[in-house]
């Protein structure tokens, strides 16, 4: 191949009468800051601001999108794309650690990705970032690594410097409810405070039939100051962590449970699972019971607190068991089931739904609850937003199928704007223009279609991608009750 590679500046974009509208719309949120405020970025690539190692470690092997699609081809096995068993669980024999050989087989699987939304994010951060001239293949493999490296090398590719690139405006990372937010405070006395800010995620806390509930208890203590091993303290240690979370600059919690269900209840009730939990005596449905009580207590902490709380139920975490025993979590196997939201949701919206200091943003993988369920309730609770399209939804047609379900009933007002949800830090900035691209198409058939008048696709577009988030996610204030 002897021409560049140039993307089409109009890719994404509907075809025939309607591009010439969806470009027009477009071109009012192309170059609009970046509001990033639900993602796994973690602060201490921004804190230390090191040159990124290589081209795999950047691209390919913390992206379980990328890497999920490579294995299930037989393409390469997850030692053979650099994924490491976690401590104790095996030998690193066998894992690849040469990072040109994983680079060469990502490039060498580049056809695999056709039609989806990991080739759109490559193209974007490959052409458009990184300046690289060729098509991924197996014959440009070690010319493309030569030329990533030569550019990851500069003062301008660090990871300050693209975050001031990619115009990002604030951007939200994700940290347990027992992180030291050292690389936050460092952050903050760098200046960037309010640019970088965390999230707290307690799961591995609220869910006590974890094998690792115990040392979470433990860990929790020690970060909270305060003994966690009786129901009392442990509530009393998370409203301490999460005041924490709260001077370190954070807008919101964030809860990936397999239900939605959030029913309370009783203290003593409550406290007997806790008491069985800690003896190693709790029944899976007394585990289930307890993380949906634990998620209206976390309703109630965020009338006291103001933090934005997150719900994305319905992942089967870790579908392959031993897999995940070996190399963790976030290594492709976490699969959607059905998910229902109506009666899972009574309880806290009924208690908080109306309440003036609760923000409740609710994503989903299942997509048939859009129309039937998510859009109805966001459609009438003032404290509940709907998320963005999430995960496998996050892609140019999961993303027209959101709109087309949930605007007659939510209308877009009652969503959160774009939400990127990346680990991959490249990726941010091809992720919102891909959102972008596609709100602008579904805005355009609304305005041939005399349903909607330009100027308001317009003002619509820029809310959705900027002003929306914004919105959803505030900076904490003082409860009123």
């Known amino acids: ?263 309370e209840l009783d203290a003593a009730e409550a406290g007997r699972i806790f008491r069985a939990a800690l003896a190693g005596e709790v029944s899976p449905a007394e585990a289930q019971a307890f993380s949906g009580h634990m998620l209206f207590q976390m309703a109630r902490m965020s009338t006291e607190d103001g933090l934005v709380m997150q719900l994305h139920p319905g992942s089967l975490r870790d579908h392959d068991r031993g897999l995940a025993a070996t190399f963790g979590q976030d290594k492709g196997y976490d699969i959607p089931v059905a998910t229902e939201y109506t009666r899972a949701l009574r309880p806290v919206l009924e208690a908080f739904g109306h309440h003036p200091s609760f923000r409740f943003v609710v994503f989903t993988l299942d997509e048939t609850s859009f129309s039937r369920e998510l859009a109805p309730l966001a459609g009438v609770y003032p404290a509940m937003r709907l998320g963005a399209p999430w995960w496998f939804l996050d892609s140019p047609d999961g993303m027209r199928r959101f709109r087309e379900a949930i605007t007659e009933t939510a209308g877009f007002y009652n969503t959160s704007g774009f939400v990127d949800d990346t680990r991959a830090y490249a990726s941010i900035p091809a992720r919102h223009d891909l959102a972008r691209r596609i709100d602008a198409g579904y805005l355009a058939r609304l305005v041939a279609e005399h349903r909607m008048e330009l100027d308001e696709a317009v003002e619509t577009a820029v809310d959705l991608a900027y002003h929306l988030p914004k919105a959803a996610y505030p900076a904490p204030a003082p409860a009123t009750v």
């Open 1 to 263: 191949m002897t021409d560049a590679w140039v993307l089409n500046p109009d890719r994404a974009l509907p075809a025939g009468e309607l591009r010439p509208i969806a470009k027009e719309i477009y071109s009012a949120t192309a170059g609009l800051p970046l509001v990033s405020m639900h993602g796994h970025v973690d602060a201490a690539v921004l804190a230390e601001d090191a040159p990124f190692p290589d081209p795999a470690q950047l691209l390919v092997v913390p992206d379980h999108y990328l890497v999920r699609m490579v294995v299930s081809q037989g393409g390469a096995t997850l030692p053979q794309m650099g994924v490491h068993p976690v401590s104790g669980a095996g030998s690193d024999a066998g894992v690849e650690t040469d990072a040109r050989a994983i680079w060469r087989r990502f490039c060498e699987n580049w056809h695999l990705f056709r039609g989806t939304p990991t080739r759109y994010w490559l193209e974007h951060e490959l052409v458009e970032v990184f300046g690289v001239t060729r098509r991924p293949s197996a014959e440009t493999a070690d010319a493309i690594y030569d030329e990533l490296t030569a550019t990851l090398a500069r003062p301008d590719f660090r990871p300050r410097a693209l975050f001031e690139r990619f115009g990002l405006e604030i951007l939200a990372t994700t940290d347990p409810a027992t992180a030291d937010l050292a690389h936050h405070r460092a952050l903050a006395a760098d200046g960037w405070g309010e640019r970088v800010v965390p999230t707290f995620r307690p799961d591995p806390l609220l869910h006590v039939d974890r094998p690792d509930w115990r040392t979470q208890l433990d860990a929790l203590s020690e970060a909270a100051g305060t003994d966690a091993h009786d129901y009392d303290g442990y509530l009393a240690a998370l409203r301490r962590r999460r005041r924490a979370f709260v001077e370190a600059g954070a807008r919101a919690t964030d809860h990936g449970h397999l239900l939605a269900d959030t029913t």
